[in-house]
């Protein structure tokens, strides 16, 4: 009896080793990441503190698929951009914006299906930042992310409404000696980090503003996966 007992032991032993590891399940749609805002991320508390309710209510999200898909549209190298104008200053750690608008700039190479699946993404990732969408509108964009060595440098253009300039941080981008990564990106992103916004220009319609910002320690860049 004890042999039995051994013998079906070792079975059900070699017959679970036999079954296939457990797999983590590919992300739905991955790329690249770009966030840049009216306000300094990479800071000193005390230019931080400065900002505060004062500033920083402006801001640009950029996603740049580089593959999947989202709604059942396939969105290979297709973009999509959410301009975003709060109530208050964007990250801050105390009041998070409570009713953010957003003009959404989707990707003219995208068909219909397309269209209106990247913007369903922007606003699935955005969270609860974009309460109100103001305006869909279209535009050719070219996203260059992460393209120098140092992977600070992107290059972001939609039409005529905006121009997106950013590169790595050099010496003399550091003003004081306890600056940080003071705000933490908008969105839920892998392997952030701050970089330095040489221009980030809006010239649109939709949020009763526009703006161009410019030499400011103010973007994000990393990548995305959902």
């Known amino acids: 009896m004890k042999a039995k007992i051994f013998s079906t032991f070792v079975l059900v032993t070699l017959a679970a080793g036999a079954l296939p590891a457990a797999r983590t399940s590919a992300p739905e749609i991955s790329g690249d990441y770009l966030e840049v805002r009216s306000c300094d991320v990479f800071t000193g508390a005390c230019v931080a503190n400065s900002e505060m309710g ?10 740049s698929v580089r593959t999947g898909s989202w709604k059942g549209a396939r969105l290979d190298g297709l973009s999509v951009i959410a301009v975003v104008k709060t109530d208050d200053t964007l990250g801050d750690q105390r009041y998070q914006p409570r009713s953010g608008k ?15 699946a990247l ?5 699935s990732l955005s969270g609860k930042l974009i309460n109100e969408v103001a305006e869909i509108k279209t535009a050719s964009i070219d996203a260059q992310i992460a393209t120098c060595a ?8 939609a039409g005529s409404l905006v121009e997106i300039n950013t590169r790595c941080f050099g010496d003399k981008d550091h003003l004081c000696g306890n600056e940080a990564t003071f705000y933490p990106p908008l969105t839920d992103v892998k392997d952030a980090y701050p970089v330095f916004t040489e221009v980030a220009a809006f010239t649109g319609t939709g949020l009763n503003e526009t703006w161009e910002l410019a030499d400011r320690r103010s973007a994000f860049l990393g990548g995305f996966a959902r």
């Open 150 to 157: 140092k992977r600070g440098c992107a290059s972001v253009k």
């Open 54 to 63: 004062l500033s920083g209510r402006e801001g640009m999200l950029v996603w």
């Open 119 to 123: 913007a369903d993404l922007a606003r």
């Open 102 to 116: 957003a003009v959404l700039i989707v990707d003219a190479n995208a068909n219909t299906a397309q269209r209106a």
